[in-house]
């Protein structure tokens, strides 16, 4: 495939060129697509002319959710620079290594974090330069798009490295490629039926994949439009559900529990939403029921940066039906859970997840190693532990890293957590091994309690006996105001072993 494999903005700059794409709610602009592509483009000649940027050069950018920062992504798009988003919540330190390992050019940072710039170790060809120089270019788009000195650019070739959070090491840098981001936006529309009509809020962070490639490209592959909020707020976002009328909503349930919790959740008109995208961890059935009273349905799935992320899909009429699921393959997707000799798993057996599609990453950046090990056959192995019933439907057991071994038996934590969160007053909970001299490991619960509601550790024992294998018993119980969470809003598991190692 040629030039302009994802530059789906001038596209519908012909075809719609008054319908509004985005709108950014703290600035109180909107852009219309012709506006867009104008901006874009502009943009694009800037980084070519002004910055001297060239195919396959980095741009690294430090900010929050913005229009310039989608105004950055869509010029990158257009001349073939590889964008870079940077986690603003990283140390100096953390920085470094990223900014290390991307060898940028370009460094665009948000003057809210200007103070840090001086302390970041740039490389040598690598310029800072503070977000405002394109505002220009977007404040009062060009009244025709320039012409971008376009370079061949084919479907494999990269548009954004994501780095993983790196809980287990070194961040890696996914690849993140025209032709993943073409399909993962046909894999989602497929899904849930996404036209030039439907609306939604983006709030995720864009270095997380959520906050580009579950809603945001797929949406202007589709023409369809979105409001840019810096941050994730309930009760604002339960106000312009009902303002804008909006047909998609997305996040993770942490997030969907905090708008239910909001005083306006009850009174918030959101007859215009259609499905409620939930990914990240399994939500929790009383939550889901509390969605389904408002009429609204629960859209569970499953996704990583690698691969998509809109992989799995479970329809919400499956939803307390199949609790717990993740649903099966979306149309372009292959899945299968294998065996550690390779061995495709029976029905009900413990498994690795493998996806195969023309979403699954080309590699990770300058890691050839790390690639080859996660990737055979063009089979991308996920390090989720799953299994499968008789209907096809997948389950997520728990990550292959957070397995610990009690007395030479595999426990998986997910499936602890979920009976422990079935018990009335258990909010949410989170199992870790931890070092036990004669079993090995042993598991240890973190327990949040739900508001006005009591409960003792023998209340807990009490109910895992007879419904849990006696190894699968938590061994600790420990009753916590809140879960540490990282940066994607799941549990931060290697916080909570670091608390226990530190109070024993």
């Known amino acids: 495939m040629q030039t302009f494999v994802t530059d789906w903005i001038r596209k519908w700059a012909r075809y719609t060129p008054t319908r509004m794409a985005i709108r950014e709610y703290d600035c109180g602009l909107q852009w219309t697509y012709t506006e867009l592509d104008r901006g874009a483009s502009a943009i694009a000649v800037f980084l070519q002319k002004e910055l001297k940027l060239r195919k396959g050069d980095r741009l690294t950018v430090l900010s929050r959710n913005r229009a310039e920062y989608v105004f950055l992504f ?14 603003f919540r990283l140390t100096v330190r953390e920085l470094n290594r990223l900014l290390q390992d991307a060898e940028p050019s370009i460094l ?26 394109i505002e220009p270019f977007i404040r009062k788009p060009p009244p025709a798009a320039p012409e971008v000195l376009a370079p061949e650019i084919h479907a494999g070739d990269p548009v954004m490295i994501l780095y993983t959070s ?19 936006s046909v894999n989602t529309a497929l899904r849930l039926n996404i036209t030039s009509a439907d609306h939604t809020q983006n709030f ?24 840019l909020l810096r941050q994730f707020d309930a009760d604002l976002i339960l106000e312009l559900i009902e303002k804008e009328r909006t047909t998609l909503l997305f996040g993770v349930p942490t ?21 409620a995208i939930v990914g990240g961890a399994p939500m929790p059935i009383p939550l889901i029921n509390r969605w389904h009273e408002k009429g609204i349905a629960i859209r569970q799935g499953y996704g990583l940066t690698e691969v998509g ?27 299968k859970a294998v065996q550690a000799n390779g061995r495709r798993c029976k029905s009900g057996e413990v ?89 090995g490991e042993v598991g240890k619960a973190c327990i949040v309690v739900e508001k006005h509601k009591k409960l003792s550790v023998q209340k807990i024992l009490e109910r895992c006996s007879g419904n849990l294998a006696k190894y699968k018993i938590p061994k600790e119980i420990e009753f916590v105001k809140e879960l540490p969470r990282n940066e994607a809003g799941k549990i931060d598991r290697i916080s909570l072993k670091k608390m226990h190692h530190t109070n024993h």
């Not at 992320?309 to 899945?335: M, T, W």
């Open 166 to 184: 790196g809980t287990t090491g070194l961040p890696k840098g996914a690849l993140i490629t025209h032709k993943m981001l073409f399909w993962n």
């Open 351 to 439: 498994g690795e997840l493998w996806l195969k599609s023309p979403v699954v990453t080309p590699g990770y950046w300058r890691k050839p190693e790390e690639t080859a090990a996660a990737i055979t056959d063009g089979w991308f192995h996920t390090g989720d532990m799953v299994t499968v019933d008789e209907e096809g439907f997948y389950y997520v057991v728990d990550r292959k890293k957070n397995m610990y071994i009690s007395g030479g038996e595999n426990v998986y934590p997910a499936e602890i957590e979920r009976f422990l969160e079935s018990i009335d007053g258990v909010q949410e909970a989170a199992v870790i091994g931890v070092p036990d001299e004669k079993w």
């Open 255 to 275: 997030m969907l529990q905090m708008m239910a919790d909001s005083d306006q959740f009850n009174n918030a008109d959101m007859s215009s939403v259609r499905y």
């Open 204 to 227: 995720a962070p864009f270095f997380h994949t959520g906050g580009w490639n579950v809603l945001l490209t797929p949406f202007l592959h589709h023409g369809a439009s979105l409001t």
């Open 74 to 87: 869509l010029a990158c798009v257009k001349c073939g620079v590889i964008l870079v988003p940077l986690n």
């Open 309 to 335: 992320p809109n992989c799995f899909s479970l329809h919400q009429d499956d939803a307390v039906r199949k609790k717990g699921s993740i649903g099966f393959p979306n149309f372009y997707i292959e899945a």
């Open 108 to 133: 665009i940072y948000e003057q809210e974090y200007e103070n840090m710039i001086p302390k970041l170790q740039l490389p040598v060809q690598c310029k800072a330069l503070e977000i405002s120089v």
